[in-house]
T-cell receptor, first 110, second 114 residues
Framework: RKEVEQDPGPFNVPEGATVAFNCTYS??????FFWYRQDCRKEPKLLMS???SGNEDGRFTAQLNRASQYISLLIRDSKLSDSATYLC???????????FGKGTRLSVIA | DGGITQSPKYLFRKEGQNVTLSCEQN?????MYWYRQDPGQGLRLIYY???????QKGDIAEGYSVSREKKESFPLTVTSAQKNPTAFYLC?????????????FGEGSWLTVV
């Protein structure tokens, strides 16, 4: 089992739709979690950290379920500019390097 | 402006040649990383360094070498021993004391073997 797994997609959704991505991780000792966004042929950029209580930033909501070892990202009212690959990232702790999922590709269609 | 600078952005290499990709950061970050990304694939860790004059192998270190003589700099050499070097190379850094070790990336370098 891969340490961080994501559905690769692509998810093709119309503008204004709500879309959710899930990510599972295998190491129960993992301590912190992030969602990164990567545009085509660009570097990944931090979208948001994921906190145990869940957190929201505008149209984006991230949730963490430690018991089931999964993280989710919800995007409401999708925009064309949301089209990108979304990377789930996990920190095992102890200053070890972050572990990246392979990403889920989203295409928002007019 | 603070950030991570990679150069060159595009590089063509003949088979059998070594090439060095530069990575400089002025964020005063302790840790630096090199990742490789192939088309449609995720990021794979090549090498990382958490302190000057020390570095660790990642998942795919064979055919690569690094040095960390200064905190700001972490160059990556792609040697002729790397059989399939054509890829997108990303340098990153993080402040180890930061909660969760958030990582920041440079703009990447595209290496093509011709």
């Amino acid at each position: 089992r891969k340490e961080v797994e994501q559905d690769p997609g692509p998810f093709n959704v119309p503008e204004g739709a709500t879309v959710a991505f899930n990510c599972t991780y295998s190491n129960s000792a993992s301590q912190s979690f992030f969602w990164y966004r990567q545009d085509c042929r660009k570097e990944p950029k931090l979208l948001m950290s994921v906190y145990s209580s869940g957190n929201e930033d505008g149209r984006f909501t991230a949730q963490l379920n430690r018991a089931s070892q999964y993280i989710s990202l919800l995007i409401r009212d999708s925009k064309l500019s949301d089209s990108a690959t979304y990377l789930c990232v996990v920190n095992r702790g102890g200053n070890t390097p972050l572990v990246f999922g392979k990403g889920t590709r989203l295409s928002v269609i007019a | 402006d603070g950030g991570i600078t990679q150069s060159p952005k595009y590089l063509f290499r003949k088979e059998g040649q070594n090439v060095t990709l530069s990575c400089e950061q002025n964020l005063n970050h302790d840790a630096m990383y090199w990742y490789r990304q192939d088309p449609g694939q995720g990021l794979r860790l090549i090498y990382y360094s958490q302190i000057v004059n020390d570095f660790q192998k990642g998942d795919i270190a064979e055919g690569y070498s690094v040095s960390r003589e200064k905190k700001e700099s972490f160059p990556l050499t792609v040697t002729s021993a790397q059989k399939n070097p054509t890829a997108f190379y990303l340098c990153a850094s993080s402040p180890l004391r930061d909660s969760g070790n958030t990582i920041y990336f440079g703009e990447g370098s595209w290496l093509t073997v011709v």
